[in-house]
């Protein structure tokens, strides 16, 4: 997301700072935390990159800080074995989905900079292992609230699933047998859920449990929606395609598209009741930017 989303922005600082002011307000003396979903390519960390410097701005002066859920993924170690302990599980052979992250360091983490103590931010490595990834060392992470520095007002968990909420296995059970008759009728369906077996879209659901303890946390929400989940593979192929430019080397298309295939099951699960709203009688809290292929904002919706 370049130049096409100052509008974005705009909005997101804005939204904001108005639910910063309510929340300090009300006396609360913890950070604001802020939520921010997309899907892959969408501009995620580009926006929170932005947002992050224009709220440091001296006009703001909002000390803040970004984290994303990649960091938080497991070791390589621990991403073999729960490969292996699944491996008639094909979405959990690489990172990303739900299962996929350390909970308890994410959890860690945050507590930490809820009690505005000095805070280590840990730093995930996509590189290493041939691409397989690691999280770097801790003497790599950036610490924050260090003695001396302005204390952290605003954090920032941005990521792809961030604020998704598990189905019921009613709900799951449904829109997997219509995703899997779709798959059966021509070439009409776009989707990949209709081509995973039940008990291992089943498995992700169950892990995507355990994120509720960080979703809990959030004050906020904002969620950058795709009008057409399906642009999330063009906008992926874009970012690659820069990433080879930039460095020589990357995916190439086919590796880009079954990445994403790995992802697309919970785009497709968890989606709609997102859209819905991940917050329960909380006025305002969420956010919804519709973005159009150009990635520019069709359609603003409060929750």
Not at 29 to 48: C, E, H, R, T
Not at 68 to 96: K, T
Not at 112 to 127: C, G, H, M, V, W
Not at 153 to 168: Q, Y
Request: proline share 2%; net charge negative; charged share 25%.
């Amino acid at each position: 997301m370049s130049n096409d989303s100052k509008d974005a922005l705009q909005i997101c600082v804005a939204y904001v700072l108005e639910r910063l002011r309510q929340h300090e307000e009300n006396m609360n003396d913890a950070p604001f935390f802020l939520g921010v979903n997309g899907v892959q390519g969408i501009g995620k960390s580009y926006l929170v990159a932005s947002l992050a410097h224009e709220l440091e701005q001296a006009a703001h002066d909002v000390r803040t800080v970004v984290l994303s859920i990649d960091d938080f993924y497991l070791a390589h170690e621990d991403q073999m074995q729960l490969a292996a302990d699944h491996s008639h599980n094909p979405l959990v052979q690489h990172r990303g989905q739900p299962s996929t992250h350390d909970l308890s360091l994410a959890l860690s983490v945050l507590a930490s900079l809820r009690a505005k103590q000095e805070t280590s931010i840990p730093s995930y490595d996509k590189s290493a292992f041939d691409g397989k990834g690691d999280r770097k060392p801790q003497t790599q992470w950036t610490n924050v609230n260090k003695n001396g520095q302005q204390p952290v007002r605003v954090v920032v968990l941005e990521g792809w699933c961030v604020g998704f909420r598990a189905l019921d296995d009613t709900q799951l059970t449904a829109l997997w047998t219509d995703a899997v008759k779709q798959s059966t009728q021509g070439n009409s369906y776009r989707g990949r859920l209709g081509h995973n077996r039940l008990e291992n879209v089943h498995f992700i659901n169950e892990a995507q449990k355990g994120y509720d303890s960080l979703t809990n946390q959030l004050d906020a929400l904002i969620h950058l929606d795709a009008e057409d989940l399906q642009f999330v593979y063009e906008w992926r192929l874009e970012q690659e395609d820069q990433l080879r430019r930039e460095r020589g080397s990357g995916m190439t298309n086919a590796a880009v598209l079954n990445f994403i295939d790995g992802y697309y099951p919970s785009y497709e699960l968890f989606t709609d009741s997102l859209r819905s709203g991940t917050f329960e009688n909380r006025d305002g809290a969420q956010l919804r930017l519709v973005l159009g292929k150009s990635r520019r904002v069709q359609e603003v919706i409060k929750l």
